[in-house]
């Protein structure tokens, strides 16, 4: 099995706040995906806390693989119990975005 590990401190720094950055890891994820059967990004304790970084860095792959493909390929280690309820979250959000949408509720009628 081929594993390929991110460090956020080592690519990242202190740059964790911004889209731009959080595009940094996911290009990353993005380049290693289809040659690495898991992909271990490890946190370092590093406190995150940006919605912004964390959506591009990994909400995004939410909207191009099921939650079962992100369970069985990704791993986070060191990341705080903020910044891991603040990927769950988002990783839901996502996975409900790509649910196709329901035109009202059955047996109600819309008004036009």
Same mark, same amino acid.
């Given at each position: 099995?081929r594993t390929?590990e991110?460090?956020?401190?080592? +690519? %990242? @720094?202190?740059?964790?706040?911004?889209?731009?950055? @959080?595009?940094?890891?996911?290009?990353?994820?993005?380049?290693?995906w289809?040659?690495?059967?898991?992909? %271990?990004?490890?946190?370092?304790?590093?406190?995150v806390a940006?919605v912004?970084?964390?959506?591009?860095?990994?909400?995004?792959l939410?909207?191009e693989?099921s939650?079962?493909?992100?369970?069985?390929?990704?791993?986070?280690k060191?990341?705080s119990?903020f910044?891991?309820?603040?990927l769950?979250?988002?990783?839901? %959000?996502?996975?409900?975005?790509r649910?196709?949408k329901?035109?009202?509720k059955? @047996?109600h009628?819309?008004? +036009?």
């Open positions: 099995m390929a991110i460090n956020i401190r080592e +690519v %990242s @720094g202190e740059r964790t706040a911004t889209r731009d950055d @959080g595009r940094v890891i996911y290009e990353k994820i993005k380049h290693l289809s040659n690495h059967d898991r992909i %271990s990004v490890d946190f370092m304790n590093l406190l940006s912004s970084f964390m959506d591009e860095a990994f909400g995004h939410a909207l693989h939650q079962q493909e992100l369970r069985s390929k990704l791993a986070f060191n990341m119990e910044d891991r309820a603040l769950n979250d988002i990783i839901a %959000s996502r996975i409900r975005e649910l196709p329901k035109r009202g059955p @047996g009628r819309r008004h +036009v």
